[in-house]
């Protein structure tokens, strides 16, 4: 049986002694490939656990856990109301509570680095008479609350949710306002809804939740009912320190960022126009690549937050800001959010490096 010596390894295929460092064996002429099938596999579970561990809702393997109902004195991130807090029975010694899986409106769950509140459900009415539902079948709505409580990035999506009507699969209407999706950073929370088209004369509905895409078994489940709790988000307004001003420059990784300008923005589309109670702002950025490679910068990778809560992005400007940037290049463009009129604390986020969830935070004035 051939061996090798210091400095020496054995040819793949004829398994002849030769040098170490040869990519061609002299014996049999045969190309000394490395495994690149073992590195292609490497990578794929490096960027799984990567999307793993960012989220699709940060599910804990200890599944989630009633914290409270909104209203009770020790409800985190809520309003204190006069509803009793949600106490769980005690258990006789030696025993464990089941976990619990589903749960009903006003009801504060964590899960993970995401902390949920179901602040209220009930019958949804469609103004647009072309887009009404099917006949025999209504429209319904659930609101939520998703808090970002841990310490890296993670997304919402209003395609994480699946409904049933009696058990069987309903679906999902997206004419309505306020989506739910949204991308948090550590501390920031989103507010939305989520709207189905269900029977009439549905007598049992629910909504399962998948907080991660790689574990579809497992699921949370809110029970519908036309209900209220009240909810008021109470989040912190404190502005990030450090974060940069219009006119500041800044460097991140591979680029240069010129924070331009930031200004009120009023659409001349009638069509296009913010909610009743906010207004649109937008934000000028000028982006320098100072790598040796290129560079994609866009608006999807920013995200705005007034007083802690996520804001929709408007996208209908002609010089959004989209482009891909060689060594040395620059590019210039604009980000729009709509920020409501009484905020006092609003900042937007620019995604410098998805793989460590690092971003830049720039003031809104």
Same mark, same amino acid.
């Given at each position: 049986m051939a061996k090798t010596t210091p400095g020496t390894k054995l040819c793949k295929y004829c398994k002849t002694e030769i040098p170490k460092a040869a990519k061609v064996c002299p014996q049999c002429g045969r190309r000394q490939k490395k495994p690149v099938g073992l590195i292609i596999l490497l990578i794929f579970v490096v960027l799984i656990a990567f999307v793993i561990s960012r989220g699709c809702g940060g599910s804990s393997d200890d599944g989630p856990k009633k914290t409270g109902t909104v209203g009770s004195s020790e409800a985190p991130g809520t309003q204190a109301g006069s509803e009793a807090s949600g106490k769980t029975e005690s258990q006789a010694p030696g025993t464990e509570a089941p976990a619990q899986t589903t749960f009903a409106v006003g009801d504060i769950v964590e899960d993970g680095?995401?902390?949920?509140?179901?602040?209220?459900?009930?019958?949804? *009415?469609?103004?647009?008479?072309?887009?009404? @539902?099917? =006949?025999?079948?209504?429209?319904?709505?659930?609101? !939520?609350?998703?808090?970002?409580?841990? +310490?890296?990035? *993670?997304?919402?999506?209003?395609?994480? !949710?699946?409904?049933?009507?009696?058990?069987? $699969?309903?679906?999902?209407?997206?004419?309505?306002?306020?989506?739910?999706?949204? *991308?948090?950073? @550590?501390?920031?929370? $989103?507010?939305?809804?989520?709207?189905?088209?269900?029977?009439?004369?549905?007598?049992?509905? =629910?909504?399962?939740? +998948? @907080?991660?895409?790689?574990?579809?078994s497992k699921k949370i489940t809110f029970l519908y009912e036309e209900k209220d709790s009240g909810y008021v988000p109470d989040m912190p307004n404190v502005r990030t320190e450090g974060a940069f001003a219009v006119g500041d420059i800044v460097e991140s990784e591979k680029l240069r960022i010129t924070y331009v300008s930031c200004e009120d923005f009023t659409s001349d589309n009638q069509f296009i126009?913010?909610? @009743?109670?906010?207004?649109?702002? $937008?934000? +000028?950025? =000028?982006?320098?690549?100072?790598?040796?490679? %290129? =560079?994609?910068?866009?608006?999807? %990778?920013?995200?705005? !937050?007034?007083?802690?809560?996520?804001?929709?992005?408007?996208?209908?400007?002609? %010089?959004n800001l989209s482009a891909t940037i060689s060594a040395g290049r620059k590019a210039k463009g604009t980000v729009t959010f709509a920020i409501p009129d009484d905020c006092e604390v609003a900042e937007v986020e620019f995604v410098s490096n998805y793989w460590s969830s690092k971003r830049v935070v720039f003031t809104v004035k």
């Open positions: 680095n995401l902390r949920i509140v179901y602040a209220a459900a009930g019958p949804y *009415t469609e103004d647009n008479q072309f887009l009404q @539902p099917a =006949e025999g079948k209504r429209y319904i709505f659930l609101k !939520f609350s998703f808090e970002n409580i841990g +310490t890296s990035d *993670t997304s919402i999506s209003g395609f994480s !949710f699946e409904g049933y009507a009696d058990g069987y $699969t309903c679906d999902a209407y997206y004419g309505g306002e306020d989506d739910l999706s949204a *991308t948090l950073s @550590p501390g920031r929370a $989103t507010i939305g809804y989520l709207y189905f088209e269900v029977p009439a004369d549905a007598k049992e509905i =629910e909504v399962e939740y +998948t @907080p991660n895409v790689f574990n579809s126009q913010p909610k @009743p109670g906010y207004h649109f702002v $937008t934000c +000028t950025f =000028e982006f320098e690549n100072l790598g040796s490679s %290129d =560079e994609h910068v866009s608006y999807f %990778d920013f995200d705005c !937050f007034a007083d802690g809560l996520s804001c929709d992005q408007n996208y209908m400007r002609d %010089d």
